[in-house]
């Protein structure tokens, strides 16, 4: 199982130098615009700005979540993953921030909008403080449960814009996170005590 978790774990780990904005090649292209690879005057249609505006608030959310254990003792290869989705979400926050301001977006959705995309409405304030105050023995099982749910609202969302999207950058994103939060869930699932 250990083995498992630290395969998972570099799978994890490798793609973190793409993630997150653009290549350095991409960035020079681009220019002042730095979101998401995407470059002025790119199409995109409601998905794309749904996606953006979820992944914002998501990985918003993803970053609380994960910072739920510091001062807390995990072991050593969760503080490691967590610290990986931290900065992976952070910058990808980032990026839709920025891509979303560059287009006159708002950074949220209206609530009608976001349920007629499937809502997902991510961990609430009872389930946070459920993790965060749960007792030393349960506390990091509660809280890799709730990361699992959590990239895998991730997974769900990136797949809508694969299937809806038209924005290749805006696409882009979702690839990447499609493929890092899968593996994200396999890592922990592999660390679940």
Request: one cysteine or more; a negative charge.
């Amino acid at each position: 199982m250990r083995h498992t978790a630290t395969a998972a774990l570099a799978v994890v780990l490798l793609p973190l130098a793409g993630c997150g904005g653009l290549t350095p090649e991409e960035a020079r292209a681009a220019g002042p615009v730095p979101a998401a690879g995407v470059r002025s005057g790119a199409a995109y249609n409601g998905e794309d700005v749904m996606f953006a505006q979820m992944l914002l608030a998501h990985n918003r959310l993803g970053v609380r979540i994960a910072k739920l254990a510091e001062g807390r003792r995990v072991r050593g290869e969760v503080a490691t993953l967590l610290a990986a989705m931290a900065t992976t979400q952070a910058a990808e926050a980032r990026d839709m921030a920025v891509w979303l301001a560059g287009r006159g977006l708002p950074a949220t959705a209206d609530p009608a909008e976001h349920a007629a995309h499937g809502g997902m409405p991510g961990a609430g304030e009872e389930e946070i403080a459920a993790v965060e105050n749960a007792p030393p023995a349960q506390f990091e099982r509660k809280l890799l449960d709730m990361l699992i749910a959590h990239q895998d609202d991730a997974v769900q969302l990136a797949r809508a814009e694969l299937v809806a999207g038209t924005d290749p950058g805006i696409r882009k994103v979702a690839q990447r996170v499609d493929v890092s939060r899968s593996a994200q869930i396999d890592a922990l699932l592999a660390l679940r005590p």
